[in-house]
């Protein structure tokens, strides 16, 4: 059985020091992860850039694997955020894994003037944009939300054909997803 470990991401007060410490103590005690979760807004109190936390991680940490519990998707670009994620791989040494889920937040998809109607297509769109730009060379996607043409990454991941994706969710659509892009599933 391979156990992982929730950071202290959120909470009343970022605390850097605890934040290392929790890693490098997860890491020391033979834990097989560390994972952190992601708002985009104040909706359970504070809470730190999940993407921003792994890659601090990453530095103070050697060999635990570092994971999103789940970032949500169709809040980012698949550009930007293949290029974030095929970095933090870089920067880890292939310890990072990509959780995605399609969100449930109507403030955070409202403020950013997404339609939670569309999240899953969304998502669905920004995962196979996301597998084509981390195949490496010049990538083109056309879709409904998101085209580009030509587009090759400042980097290339470490992990050959990207971070493994781990898809969060308990609907059907999840599984089906889980299923078409995913290395792993959990309820999240």
Aim: glycine share 12%.
């Amino acid at each position: 059985m391979r156990l992982g470990v929730s950071l202290p991401s959120m909470g009343s007060k970022p605390d850097p020091k605890r934040l290392a410490m929790v890693a490098r103590e997860a890491e020391t005690q033979g834990f097989d992860s560390v994972w952190v979760p992601d708002h985009v807004l104040r909706v359970l109190g504070p809470i730190l850039d999940p993407l921003t936390v792994l890659t601090f991680v990453a530095g103070v940490t050697e060999r635990i694997a570092l994971g999103t519990n789940v970032l949500v998707l169709p809040y980012r670009h698949p550009l930007i955020l293949a290029n974030e994620a095929a970095s933090l791989d870089v920067l880890s040494g292939g310890r990072f894994v990509l959780g995605v889920g399609v969100g449930w937040n109507e403030e955070e998809f409202s403020a950013l003037g997404i339609s939670a109607r569309e999240r899953g297509r969304r998502t669905d769109e920004a995962l196979e944009a996301m597998k084509r730009l981390w195949a490496g060379g010049p990538a083109t996607y056309e879709g409904r939300y998101y085209s580009f043409a030509g587009a090759t990454l400042g980097t290339s991941p470490e992990t050959e054909g990207g971070p493994p994706i781990l898809v969060g969710g308990y609907s059907d659509a999840a599984l089906r997803r889980a299923l078409r892009f995913g290395k792993k599933w959990g309820a999240s």
